[in-house]
Each structure stands twice: as structure tokens, then as C-alpha cells.
């Protein structure tokens, strides 16, 4: 993670803005073309077959689309869910609280934070995302959701169209892993077809158009499924951690991360503390009321951090 020290995500993601809802149209064709290759090509077909054939064909079919449906809500909840804005006017009233629990990191020694662009005060982990400061914000958001500071600014997802914050880090997250999840079942599904095609001269029968739907299906399959068990990997350690991507550095340079509050206490400022609730995009009234991480104003530190 040494490299992140260097590189500014997000200077790459304003290169990348101008790619906007081409990105959407990629995640849609790599959909088009995986439910081809695996509903259509491979496995469709296999329902007409005998008993046990049409069995296995059946469940694997019924994974397939069970995982496409947590994807679609999980990105629609990403993309449509605010991040979280500031409240206009808002100023940081630490004096006004005397709950130690809920201290913010200007009570630990920093100055209060301002933001000029949005000529307003600045909550702690909150950040003005630097994609949408550099052009309009896209249609679902409006111009003034748009152009403005995110609350618990994790980062800006060009994959998504969208910031990732204190509302949608969750929805982010599972999007992640059903999108693995997806790709995963897609690889392996799809494997036999693939190694049958080298191996049975009268599956080369098929037509060509099948044939490239079915190598390019499974190439991008594995491709993301490596990819997403990267980007994972580093989130799994984030959200046990009670750190954003925009913190990593801030982290090791304190001796005590003050957010980390223990990997389960952390996992519930994200996932709310319905363990029901933990595998959708959704969260409880209480969790949203009671959780002061998902309003993204204040942030419960620990007693004995270190900076
Ligand atoms: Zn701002
Ligand atoms: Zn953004």
C-alpha cells in the first residue's frame, strides 16, 4: 500500500471523468454479455437434458440470477443514494457536547475546518470530492448535491457515478462482494465449456458469434473476479479498521487509529447492528437514527487514541 503515498486516486479518477455513464454502459455489456454466455450458451440449454443434468442446470441458473439481482439493487442503491451533505450553516458545536464518546478530531487538537468552495464548516472525515468540483454534477444529482463536500468521504467511484460515503459505503461494499461473488460462479461455470472447446472438435461447430461471446465472457470474468478480490481485500481491512480510503495514510502515521473502535463495534458503523440486515442495501429507522457514523456529522472516538 506504500504506493498510495504517490499516487492521488483522486487526480486518476478526474482523469478518468470523462469517461461519466460510458462506465455504466461497460457494467451493462459485461452483464449482456455474461447471462449470453452463461444463461443462453451454457447452461439454458442444459434444463432440456435428463434429470440430473437439469438439476445441476437449474441451480447453477438459480445462483446466476439470485447474485444478478443483489448486484443490480446493491449498484442502483451506490449510484441513486446520496453520500451525505453538510447541512448548510453547519458549524461544529463541540462545546456544546459533553459526551467524551462522541468527540471529533477537532476536540483532539486540529482547528475546525471550513470549506471555501461550499462556504461552510467541514465535519470531521468529511471531504469536498474533487470530481465533481471540476464539472457539473450528472443528472440524478442535482447541481448543488453535487459540487459540494461528502460526509465520511470514503472515495469518488467513477464505476458507480458517484461518491462513496457515510450513506452508501455499505451498499458499496456489498455491491463489491456480489459482484465477486457473480464473477466467481460465472468462472467456474463457464470453465468447462472453455476447456471442452480445446478439447471436442464438434463444440467448434458452434457459431463464431457464440464462440467470442464465450471466450470474452469468461476472460472478463476472471479478470474482475481478481480484481474485485483485491479491491476486497482492501476494504475488508478498512471497514475492520473504522478507516476511509481518503484515511489510510492519516492511520499509519498515528500510534492508535482513534476511530477504530474494535473490528465488531466498527463493522456495525457501517452495517448497522440488524445482522438481518448486513447482506442488503438496507439499513433499520433505528440504525439510521441511533448510528451517528451514518449521519456523517460525528464520529465516536476512542478513549485512548494516539495521534
Ligand atoms: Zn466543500
Ligand atoms: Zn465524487
Redesign the pocket.
Known amino acids: 500500500m506504500d504506493c498510495c503515498r504517490h499516487v492521488n486516486p483522486f487526480r486518476v479518477c478526474a482523469g478518468l471523468r470523462g469517461l461519466g455513464y460510458l462506465m455504466v454502459a461497460f457494467v451493462a455489456a459485461i452483464v449482456a454479455v455474461s447471462y449470453y454466455a452463461v444463461v443462453v450458451y451454457a447452461w439454458g440449454p442444459m434444463l432440456l437434458g435428463d434429470g440430473a443434468a437439469a438439476a445441476g442446470a437449474a441451480a447453477v441458473l438459480a445462483a446466476f440470477h439470485i447474485l444478478l439481482a443483489m448486484i443490480l439493487w446493491c449498484y442502483f442503491m451506490v449510484v441513486f443514494t446520496d453520500p451525505g451533505a453538510v447541512p448548510a450553516n453547519w458549524r461544529h458545536d463541540a462545546e456544546d457536547s459533553g459526551d467524551p464518546v462522541f468527540s471529533s478530531s477537532e476536540e483532539q487538537g486540529s482547528a475546525p475546518r471550513y470549506?471555501f468552495?461550499?462556504q461552510?464548516g467541514k465535519p470531521p472525515r468529511c471531504h469536498?470530492c474533487s470530481v465533481w468540483r471540476e464539472r457539473a454534477a450528472p443528472p440524478h444529482l442535482c447541481e448543488t448535491e453535487g459540487n459540494?463536500?461528502v460526509l465520511k468521504m470514503d472515495h469518488h467511484c467513477i464505476w458507480v457515478v458517484n461518491c462513496v460515503g457515510a450513506r452508501n459505503y455499505k451498499y458499496f461494499l456489498l455491491f463489491l462482494v456480489y459482484a465477486f461473488a457473480e464473477t466467481v460462479l460465472d468462472t467456474l461455470v463457464l470453465l468447462p465449456n472453455f476447456i471442452e472447446f480445446f478439447q471436442d472438435e464438434s463444440r467448434r461447430s458452434s457459431s463464431p458469434g457464440d464462440i467470442a461471446v464465450l471466450f470474452i465472457a469468461f476472460v472478463l470474468n476472471l479478470a474482475f473476479a481478481l480484481s474485485l478480490l483485491c479491491f476486497i481485500g482492501m476494504h475488508a481491512s478498512l471497514v475492520t479498521s473504522n478507516t476511509t480510503f481518503i484515511e489510510i495514510y492519516e492511520r499509519k502515521k498515528s500510534v492508535s487509529w482513534k476511530y477504530d473502535l474494535g473490528w465488531r463495534r466498527n463493522l456495525e458503523q457501517v452495517f448497522g447492528t440488524n445482522k438481518l440486515l448486513w447482506f442488503v442495501p438496507l439499513y433499520s429507522m433505528e440504525d439510521l437514527h441511533n448510528i451517528p457514523t451514518l449521519q456523517g456529522l460525528e464520529f465516536p472516538t476512542r478513549s485512548d487514541a494516539i495521534v
Request: proline residues 0%.
Open positions: 470549506c468552495r461550499c461552510n469536498h459540494r463536500c
